[in-house]
């Protein structure tokens, strides 16, 4: 039997028991203040009325209105018919349609009708919440669904309270603070990242719009501002590393900015820069279709609300070429995009959502995008989720079936962290060069280091008419006997009909535009067309299709590949001089330090390890 030398395992097992540890108390101490003995603190006076009602940015659909003026509610792929009953008697569906019913944004919908009806259904089912739910349930006081709800009720109050009598508007004022008193005593006691800096929102907001708060402004404010300090990197990223969250926090942030112009403040230094950083974001992950590229928890993209969001950005700067921060790179040339993940994993507390897809790119012709991830599924498709965050569910170079990063499956740990990233690449690097030819990305990590010996370089090299993209895949280090087989994926985006050619050695695809691109790779390597998954919160998950190279490290470690696209002046093919100018600005750039020492050796009980803490996705 060998032994498999795994560097840091102990050192892992015993960071993890830390962090669970730490997760754990913060969990009990929630739990105590949210306990019968400790409830009765969260009543006391309430406001006597409410001075501004901050803007709400998220769009409205009217056919949704008249669905819950009917007492249809459709949530999470979930529909509950309740029109002679209050829904918030039922018992819910899913856990996602709970939420989503407790958490109340969907009043904006009913706001957009703006007629008396639609005033009436919102006042009562707010009335119906308070009666039912308003004392506690534990899913409706969920932290993230009273930080929600909140927001919803401080935005929508005016239609909540337009032609209300004075009982309740004393009840709703009531609950509402008593809502914000709860959350102002557990908000230091929540899980890092957006669910804290949610609260902290929320906290922020009802400060501003409930009279006699002002003892509690300050405390806010600075709450606020160190949230935003500590997540906000200074590209204008998250340090959980997702897309998405930077468009649910502006999608919160910004009204709360014009909260403070309302009242007359000047928002908070932290606030406008936290703005001024991630307002370029936006536009950095957006494809030619407007679309978010699908990275760490990015799925399906609200078209609307990116619009919404952009209309309030005044610089209109270009993107930057590297978010070397988030750890993310962009190359643009003619009508094509090129996305990348050049990044590690995020903190372990903050890595729920992440994904193994580190050197994974995206790439769009115009208004329409080539080359995806798969993406991440919404709430209620909770099966899909662990499926999404894998190696093999990215454009990228995977070794041994097994994800660049490792998922805590462990149902003890698992059940104060969640599913996060325990180990993954730790040294990630990438540089974007200018030459004659084009832009060229050169990136490598090492997340393959510790088991298997093998560090991932790839290199991207996007012609200066936007028309051909080459690449070039490699696995430097020594490879190990029977564990050396590798899968290099493109996932073709479902817009896109691909078709294996004659020969078997070159793949084209067809654009809903006319347009077509021909996939070539290194002569004699084994190119599969298989079936993949796109998944989108808008349109469900749907079935498309991916080019698989497949090949042997010990046999061939470096692969070259391309897209052109046909009908153009077509570029020479990537020749072995590229190859080798290629390679040696890798070991240039790379040179500086060695990414392992040891030569790992696997062994069957390799497995144990992941046994106890987790496995690979």
Known sequence: ?????????????????????????????????????????????????????PPDVRTADPTIASELIDGTFVFAGEVVDAPNYS??????????????????????????TDNPAARQVARELVEDWIEIHGRWDDLAWEHDVTSTRILAWLAQSPLILQGSDHEFYSTFLKSLNRQVRYLRRIVNELPPGMPRLKASIALAAATLSMSGQ???????????????????????????????????????????????????????????????????????????????????????????????????????????????HTGYSRMEAGSTILIADTGGTPPMRLSEKAHAGTLSFEFSSGRQRIITNCGAPSAHLADWHQ??????????????????????????????????????????????????????????????????????ERTLILEQDGKSLFGVDTLSGRPIEGYDEFAIRFHIHPGVSANMTSSGESVF??????????????????????????????????????????????????????????????????????????????????????????????????????EVVGKDA
């Open 214 to 324: 002002k003892r509690y402004s300050r405390t806010s404010a600075r709450r606020l501002d160190e949230e935003l300090n500590a997540q906000i990197l200074p590209d204008g990223g998250h340090i959980s590393r997702s897309p998405a969250v930077i468009i649910d926090i502006l999608t919160d942030l910004l009204p709360l900015r014009q909260a403070f112009t309302a009242r007359g403040l000047e928002p908070t230094k932290a606030i406008m820069t936290a703005i001024d950083r991630m307002m370029p974001m936006l536009r950095f992950f957006r494809h030619g279709d407007g679309a978010f590229a699908h990275f760490n928890g990015m799925g399906g993209t609200k078209s609307d609300l990116i619009a919404t969001l952009l209309a309030y950005d005044d610089a209109r700067g270009k993107p930057v070429l590297q978010a070397k």
């Open 87 to 112: 829904p918030f008697e039922v018992i819910p569906p899913t856990l996602a349609w709970g939420r989503e019913i407790n958490g109340f944004s969907w009043l904006r919908h009913l706001k957009a």
């Open 1 to 53: 039997m060998v032994e498999v030398r795994v560097p840091g395992v102990f050192a892992g097992r015993f960071r993890l028991s830390g962090v669970v540890l730490r997760a754990a108390v913060q969990s009990y101490k929630r739990s105590f203040h949210s306990s019968s003995l400790y409830r009765w603190r969260y009543g006391g006076p309430a406001p006597e009325r409410l001075l501004i009602a």
């Open 387 to 456: 499926m999404t965050r894998s190696t093999a569910a990215h454009s990228t170079l995977g070794l041994n079936d097994t994800s660049s990063a490792r998922f805590l499956t462990d149902s003890s740990a698992e059940k104060w962290l969640g599913p996060v990233v325990i180990s993954g690449p730790e040294d990630v690097r990438s540089t974007i060069y200018e030459n004659e030819r084009g832009h060229e990305l050169v990136m490598s990590h090492d997340g393959y280091a510790a088991l298997f010996g093998l560090v991932h």
């Open 509 to 610: 695809l067809s654009l809903p535009n006319g347009d077509a691109w021909e996939f070539e790779a290194t002569p004699g390597v084994d190119i599969a067309l298989e079936e993949s998954i796109y998944m989108s919160e808008t349109f469900g998950h749907r079935r498309s299709e991916q080019i698989v190279i497949y090949g042997n490290a010990g046999k061939m470690n470096s692969v070259t590949w391309s897209f052109v696209q046909s009908g153009s002046a077509r570029s020479r093919p990537l020749s072995e001089v590229d190859l080798e100018e290629a390679m040696r600005l890798e070991e240039e750039n790379y040179a500086a330090e060695p990414h392992f020492v040891d030569e790992p050796e696997p062994d069957d009980d390799a497995e144990s390890d992941d």
